[in-house]
């Protein structure tokens, strides 16, 4: 029971990074129908940046520059990476995306893995080979509840990525943007007749998605302090499976299939050898897409793909 | 203003009519006399090749003209230049447009029989000439060999991204299953071997009954394909992407955890049966059957489908069916390729059938062009040659070849030469003006 209760506190933090980067996808995916392979090197820029940012600011307070307690630090880095990271992501759109908006949507995605190799490439080129460790900022603290060991990372990540979900969800439901979004789901045809203009929205969508990518690439950071160029691929392709499996443009619905793909993972791993995560996991996922084929909140749709 | 625009663009037009005039006199050499000017330079290289290298400057023949050379030592552009321009353009040239007259009575002659035995005397030709140039080194060898696997393997991913407009990220994982199929098979029956024991048949077999593992390899693949294909062709939209992605990593894991075949070491131990030749004979063979398919009823239905699969379903295709054999049909040849590929570096490991490898498929097919035979063997062989040729500059080679693809992109969206038939009989003719074109320019003047 307890080793239970210490996997599904795993989970949670695993599935974390998942559902925020899923978030990026899902958004994209949802509001202009497209694949944004760039996404998961986008999260190791992110990554990046707040390695920098943090660095910076820890070398400051040692110098004595500036006195700042380490959860403030920590603070200004998530906020200060996610807004950099925001430019990087509409820097995508820019180059990438918005030129071929007429192109078959298939190009668009091949682009976007072409930035993302250069962005893997251009990092290494720039950083040289050896990995980053990320800074501690927090000092690891224990708790144990009961049996089950809960360290004050992992409670810090899963409210944080929490927070951002609700926030990103209240932006999408309560606000005009978000309300653009939405109609631009809908019918990315039709809206931008009726005034919506189509390139903030979708610069709006990639730097949301780019923000989130980025905290969450701080989050891992937090938690896995060692950062290296390719740290974004398999978690980016891994988080596009769960953004499609919550079906398209569901906040809730890549959430929860974060989270999900995070749950099944970790227990698969626990129960099994490890070696056998990945064949266990994405045979449960083939198995959820065979019978729920638009993903748990995706509705049935006959998309006229454009090629 | 407007003179200067008027001005440039005139420039602009007095140097394209001017290539144009230096490129006249070739507009008539027939495919056949390049071909015979491509066999005649090679030939020349082998003859004189490295006398001539050490004469420009060089210490041996350079392997990929010249790329690697230049890269790594600048001094000697003027030495491979010469070099390029003494064995390759100069021969090539001459022969092509001084043998002009004869080689397009040839080529008519040629059609006169059927058109097979034309193709057959063509694909011979080419086959001397790449043997004679892949002679050289064993690097050539090698580079030609994975070019040619590369093009069976881009055409096989172009029917589904291309011909179907699906978007499948799998095909390294059909990829994985073939070449593990088949390497399995030729070990078990062939090959005396630590884990598979000694060998079922006599190895002196082997050679003779190599295509046979390779179809298999191809059938297993196929038969991995239905594990994508009856979850993803009930709906449509782009689960296809996803769905193929799962497929992808479970294919992977699996292979990592059979440790009979190696597990994450890898397999190795394969018999060097994929020489030159059989690989040669594979690659055409798929561009031949490939372009059959798609051209084939078949073929158009899966353009149909792709288009618009409601009307298509009116107009009595069964979708769903189409999908299911299309799919099945590319899967199959990634199969063979896998096969191949296995063979050929005599080692695999689940490795290299990831993510990074699913990367450079996409580029060869999105870079030749999508639905094109012609695309399909552009873009594999570009791809490839590209990318041995910036292999001095490392890391800047994967920045490099990112940004032209985005270029590409940008400017032609669907590839270089995308949505192109390829038309046999329009290429190997002869280029020569037939009589009654000559009749009726003379009536006209």
Request: net charge positive; aromatic share 12%.
């Amino acid at each position: 029971m307890t080793s239970f209760l210490q996997n599904i506190v795993n989970a949670l933090q695993w599935g974390s990074f998942y559902a925020l980067i899923a978030l990026g996808y899902s958004m994209v995916y949802g509001v202009l129908m497209l694949f944004n392979f760039a996404h998961g090197d986008i999260f190791m820029v992110g990554a990046y940046i707040g390695f920098f940012v943090s660095t910076g600011l820890v070398a400051l307070s040692a110098l004595g520059a500036l006195t700042l307690p380490s959860w403030l630090i920590l603070t200004l880095t998530i906020i200060v990476a996610m807004f950099l990271t925001s430019f990087v992501g509409m820097l995508v759109e820019r180059i990438g995306y918005r030129p071929l908006r007429g192109a078959p949507r298939a190009s668009a995605a091949i682009t976007g893995l072409m930035i993302g190799i250069i962005l893997e490439t251009g990092n290494l080129a720039l950083l040289g080979a050896q990995r980053v460790s990320f800074p501690a900022l927090i000092e690891s603290v224990t708790y144990n509840i009961g049996g089950v060991f809960v360290t004050n990372k992992k409670v810090l990540i899963v409210v944080v990525s929490l927070l951002l979900m609700f926030a990103l969800h209240q932006f999408v439901q309560r606000t005009k943007w978000g309300m653009a979004m939405r109609a631009m789901a809908v019918d990315f045809v039709v809206v931008p007749l009726m005034g919506v203009p189509l390139n903030t929205i979708a610069a709006l969508t990639f730097a949301l998605g780019s923000g989130l990518a980025a905290a969450a690439g701080i989050l891992f950071g937090v938690a896995y302090p060692v950062l290296d160029p390719y740290m974004g691929i398999l978690f980016g392709w891994k988080a596009f499976v769960a953004a499609i499996l919550g079906g398209r443009g569901s906040i809730l619905g890549a959430a929860l299939a974060g989270f999900l793909l995070g749950f099944i993972e970790i227990f698969v791993a626990a129960i099994f050898p490890s070696t056998l995560r990945d064949l266990i996991a994405y045979s449960i996922i083939l198995l959820i897409l065979t019978f729920r084929p638009h993903g748990f909140f995706g509705e049935a749709y006959s998309a006229k793909l454009r090629l | 203003m407007a003179e200067s625009t008027n001005n440039s663009s005139a420039g602009r037009k007095g140097l394209s009519v001017r290539l144009g005039k230096a490129w006249e006199p070739f507009t008539k050499v027939p495919l056949l006399g390049w071909l015979l000017g491509i066999l005649v330079a090679v030939a020349l290289e082998q003859l004189v090749g490295t006398p001539l290298a050490h004469l420009v400057g060089l210490s041996k023949i350079p392997v990929l003209f010249g790329f690697v050379i230049v890269l790594k030592q600048p001094v000697l552009l003027p030495g491979t230049l010469l070099y390029i321009l003494l064995i390759y353009l100069l021969p090539v040239g001459l022969v092509a447009r001084l043998g002009a007259a004869l080689t397009n009575k040839l080529a008519a002659r040629l059609l006169q029989s059927p058109l097979w035995v034309s193709a057959i005397v063509h694909v011979g030709l080419l086959y001397a000439s790449l043997h004679m140039w892949a002679d050289i080194s064993d690097y050539r060898d090698l580079v030609l060999r994975l070019t040619l696997i590369a093009i069976i393997l881009t055409l096989s991913l172009n029917i589904v991204n291309g011909y179907m407009g699906e978007f499948s990220c799998s095909h390294p994982g059909f990829m994985a299953l073939g070449a593990y199929a088949a390497s399995a098979f030729t070990v078990i029956f062939f090959v005396e071997d630590k884990v598979f024991g000694s060998p079922l048949l006599p190895p002196a077999l082997g050679p003779f009954l190599f295509p046979l593992a390779l179809i298999f390899g191809g059938v297993i693949s196929a038969l991995g394909a239905l594990l994508v294909a009856i979850p993803s062709f009930r709906t449509r939209g782009d689960y296809l992407a996803i769905i193929s992605l799962a497929f992808l990593f479970i294919v992977k894991s699996l292979i990592e955890n059979l440790e009979i075949l190696g597990g994450p070491r890898g397999f190795m131990s394969q018999p060097d049966w994929a020489n030159l030749p059989t690989v040669f004979i594979w690659c055409m063979g798929s561009i031949w059957i490939i372009n059959n398919f798609v051209s084939s009823t078949l073929g158009k239905s899966l353009n149909a489908v792709r288009d618009e699969e409601t009307a298509a379903n009116a107009m009595t295709v069964n979708t769903r069916r189409t999908k299911m054999v299309g799919f099945q049909f590319a899967a199959f040849w990634a199969g063979v390729a896998g096969g191949l590929f296995a063979h050929v570096m005599r080692y695999v490991n689940p490795g290299s059938f990831g993510i990074q490898k699913l990367a450079e498929m996409l580029a060869m097919v999105y870079f030749g062009g999508l639905n094109s035979v012609v695309g399909s063997i552009v873009g594999a062989v570009g791809f490839n040659l590209l990318s041995e040729a910036l292999r001095p500059l490392e890391l800047f080679k994967w920045i490099i070849i990112p940004l032209l693809l985005i270029l590409v992109m940008l400017y032609r969206p669907t590839g270089l030469i995308a949505f192109r038939e390829f038309d046999i009989a329009n290429l190997l003719k002869p280029k020569r003006k037939s009589e009654e074109e000559v009749e009726h320019a003379i009536a006209t003047d």
